[in-house]
T-cell receptor
């Protein structure tokens, strides 16, 4: 069976500090991978998606970047965090050609 | 641009009631529609996936229908229980992208 992991579960960072959130998927190969942000009281905002190693599509120009160094690893990064980067970050995956999406447990980021 | 709306935003019902959650979308050119459940502070759990060629899907006490021509989907929950309390989100899918509604927050009272 497939499993998706995210870490850390929670993170408190000062403004201007760097960020690295990691997501890994087990039990499948060549998945599509996604990063979403969920702000309080708002819906899920798609940030990035990837259909393969090194292939990243950005949906919203912002302070964040994503990388996919390995087939089942997706990393969300920032060089300098802003207060507005606070939120709940969710990683998700689906099998190529199958549009059923599965989510990780999420990372709660608070920028102070 | 695809927009997804969920009504009502919040719902409170007594235990045992049957209830319907609504999801509407503006562009009928979708591949699938997926319903999720989200508990507070948790990730999303997939409930049902309806392929664009299907009209409905069932899983236990849950039944989801899809009417592409009218841009609507409903999630029917039978005999609601306190454990059903959560936020329910729908998402429509294109080639790669998923567009989510803002969810319906459901509270089932014991």
């Amino acid at each position: 069976s497939q499993t998706i992991h995210q870490w850390p579960a929670t993170l408190v960072q000062p403004v201007g500090s760097p960020l690295s959130l990691e997501c890994t998927v087990e039990g499948t190969s060549n998945p599509n991978l996604y990063w979403y942000r969920q702000a309080a009281g708002r819906g899920l905002q798609l940030l990035f998606y990837s259909v393969g190693i090194g292939q990243i599509s950005s949906e919203v120009p912002q302070n964040l970047s994503a990388s996919r160094p390995q087939d089942r690893q997706f990393i969300l990064s920032s060089k300098k965090l802003l207060l507005s980067d606070s939120g709940f970050y969710l990683c998700a995956w689906n099998r190529q050609g199958v549009n059923e999406q599965f989510f990780g447990p999420g990372t709660r980021l608070t920028v102070l | 641009k695809q927009e997804v709306t969920q009504i009502p935003a919040a719902l409170s019902v007594p235990e045992g009631e049957n209830l319907v959650l609504n999801c509407s979308f503006t562009d009928s050119a979708i591949y699938n529609l997926q319903w999720f459940r989200q508990d507070p502070g948790k990730g999303l759990t997939s409930l049902l996936l309806i392929q664009s060629s299907q009209r409905e899907q069932t899983s236990g006490r849950l039944n989801a229908s899809l009417d592409k021509s009218s841009g609507r989907s409903t999630l029917y929950i039978a005999a609601s229980q306190p454990g059903d309390s959560a936020t329910y989100l729908c998402a429509v899918t294109g080639t790669y992208k998923y567009i989510f509604g803002t969810g319906t927050r459901l509270k089932v009272l014991a």
